[in-house]
Nanobody, 119 residues
């Protein structure tokens, strides 16, 4: 059983910042996905705890950073220069498989936390 605990989120003006946190254990991959009303879920960023791999969606590169603490059970998503298009429900997810890039394999999900960016 994978333990997932999310925190963070909230409302902010465009250009502002928010930080999401997720405790995920045990897991090899931990990431954040988001879904806006009427849109499909998309992967935002993930990090491999077993190696040095990480990923950001093109839409958030240079604005969002995913990092881990030491010993690595808490994953942070620092979101800067937020845009209204970043609004949505953000879900922390975990995967015990090593193939983080296979989005269809992600099978442990948090309850989600709302991010709202006002223009």
């Amino acid at each position: 059983q994978v333990r997932l605990e999310e925190s963070g989120g909230g409302s902010v003006q465009a250009g502002g910042s928010l930080r999401l946190s997720c405790v995920a254990s045990p897991a090899n991959c931990v990431g954040w996905f988001r879904q806006a009303p009427g849109k499909e879920r998309e992967g935002v960023a993930w990090i491999s705890l077993a190696g040095d791999k990480d990923y950001w969606a093109d839409s958030v590169k240079d604005r969002f950073t995913i990092s881990r603490d030491n010993p690595g059970n808490t994953i942070y998503l620092q979101m800067n220069s937020l845009e209204p298009e970043d609004s949505g429900m953000y879900y922390c997810a975990a995967l015990r498989d090593l193939r983080c890039w296979e989005e269809t394999l992600w099978n442990h999900w948090g309850q989600g936390t709302q991010v709202t960016v006002a223009s």
